[in-house]
């Protein structure tokens, strides 16, 4: 039988799809992205199913689109009686292994993994929001606790820095260095008897905007792209948008951003925090396939590198990803190389975060759960003819988006507005034609389609 390859998936948590540099924002620093991206194919059109965490994450794990599973809000998690791909490859053989944010509830559910190194987000509350996890443990040994959820506090004039502070102990604490130290020395100290699926999952470059200065100081003297935005932009959106930051806005709390006080100065700032943040997991990125090389495993292994959905940093006069389904929020970074992975430049067909699953159960052997809502992107990977998908969607909440190859349209469900953008034309989604008459047609017809969609998924049995 032929040698089944090594696995290895790396998630970023909100991680939008422009910030890597060979093919995004040209001033950030991700060498080792870089490289994985010209070695394999990156996606340009990866659509997550969800704007925020568990939603998504359970997207992915399940295949399966967020009202289809039910899964619509952080803190629960998928019940049994739903698929997961990660049971399906472990019970095929795979050694499986998780270090670092899954985001499971409880939190330390297995999940289909046989290992689990659980680490939550920055600004996890150990004893309020559950027990402590690996991480907690980790900084105990060293007499400390987070930082991230008292930054609020222990920094002066906190809401003028809109997220962003300087990791305040050693740098090897720093959450992403102890998840990638961890996930090196677990490649290099396993046998490879069986082969290996390895889920890492950074919690970086998640809000707050912390990192540690010796990643902070590569962008002393970088320029990173302005926030995408029109003067009017805000009146021609539905009203969520603009109340949501009003509403944020003179709030104490670790989350809160306070868009009043940003300045063009102030937004580079948080820029450069969150893409310093990329640059160290991309260090990281570099080293683990350093420690699969050490382990001889280097030819045999594929990398999947992604995200779970995007952060706006300004864009359209938003903050994180709560309250829209823009480009900047329901993007993001999609990677493969290694194994039959064809090297290519980057493609632009949509294809969505629940297609993860049939392609890992595709690369691995393994025959996929008839459940599954998710096509494999095998013959994508393997062949320059294949196409993507027609249409790609995502949900939050009364929120359905449908994108075409042409058209991005936002559904608020029982809502006199919403969203229609002609992504060819207006790729920055500057200019909402929904309410224009001119596209009623083409709005009825991606409404028409969206309907079909949330039909077929919600009642399709197999
Ligand atoms: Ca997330």
Not at 226 to 255: F, L, N, Q
Request: charged share 25%; net charge negative; proline share 6%.
């Amino acid at each position: 039988m032929k040698k089944r390859p090594n696995i290895i998936l790396v998630m970023t948590d909100q991680q939008r799809w422009d910030t890597v540099a060979s093919y995004g924002w040209r001033n950030i620093i991700t060498p080792n992205l870089d490289q994985l991206a010209g070695e394999g194919l990156a996606f340009l059109n990866a659509y997550a199913q969800a704007t925020v965490c568990g939603p998504s994450r359970n997207s992915v794990v399940s295949s399966k689109y967020v009202h289809a599973h039910g899964i619509e809000r952080n803190e629960r998690w998928l019940p049994a009686s739903e698929p997961n791909w990660i049971e399906i490859l472990r019970d095929s053989g795979y050694r499986t292994a998780n270090l670092g944010k899954m985001h499971t509830s409880p939190l330390r559910l297995p999940c289909g993994f046989d290992y689990r190194l659980v680490v939550e987000n920055k600004n996890y509350e150990q004893g309020k929001m559950g027990p402590p996890d690996d991480y907690d443990l980790y900084l105990k040994d060293h007499d400390l606790e987070r930082p991230a959820q008292r930054y609020f506090e222990t920094i002066e004039n906190w809401y003028d820095n809109l997220g962003a502070a300087v990791w305040p102990y050693d740098e090897e604490l720093f959450p992403d260095n102890y998840i990638g130290r961890r996930s090196c020395q677990y490649i290099e100290q396993y046998d490879f008897n069986d082969p290996l699926f390895m889920w890492v999952g950074f919690a970086g470059p998640h809000d707050p905007y912390d990192v540690p200065l010796s990643a902070l100081d590569q962008y002393r003297e970088i320029d990173l792209p302005e926030p995408v935005s029109s003067p009017k932009e805000i009146e021609t959106k539905p009203p969520e948008h603009a109340e949501v930051m009003r509403r944020m806005d003179g709030r104490a709390g670790h989350a809160a951003i306070w868009w009043s006080r940003a300045t063009p100065e102030r937004i580079q700032r948080m820029r450069r925090h969150y893409c310093a943040n990329i640059s160290l997991i991309d260090d990281w990125v570099g080293e683990l396939r350093h420690s699969l090389n050490r382990a001889s495993q280097s030819e045999n292994t594929i990398v999947l590198f992604t995200s779970d959905h995007g952060d706006c940093l300004g864009d359209h006069n938003l903050v994180y990803k709560f309250w829209a389904h823009y480009d900047s929020i329901v993007k993001v970074p999609l990677i493969f190389a290694g194994g039959p992975v064809r090297s290519d430049q980057p493609v632009d067909d949509l294809v969505e975060m629940i297609d993860i699953g049939p392609t890992v159960l595709e690369l691995a052997g393994v025959t996929a759960d008839s459940r599954l809502q998710g096509t494999s992107l095998v013959p994508l990977l393997t062949d320059a003819a294949a196409s993507g998908k027609e249409n790609v969607f995502s949900e939050q909440g009364h929120r359905l988006m449908i994108r075409t190859d042409e058209w991005k349209m936002v559904y608020y469900a029982g809502k006199p507005y919403g969203e229609l953008y002609n992504m060819i034309q207006d790729p920055d989604e500057l200019d909402n034609m929904y309410a224009n008459p001119t596209y009623a047609v083409r709005r009825a017809e991606l409404t028409t389609r969206l309907l079909d969609w949330y039909s077929d998924t919600r009642f399709r049995r197999s």
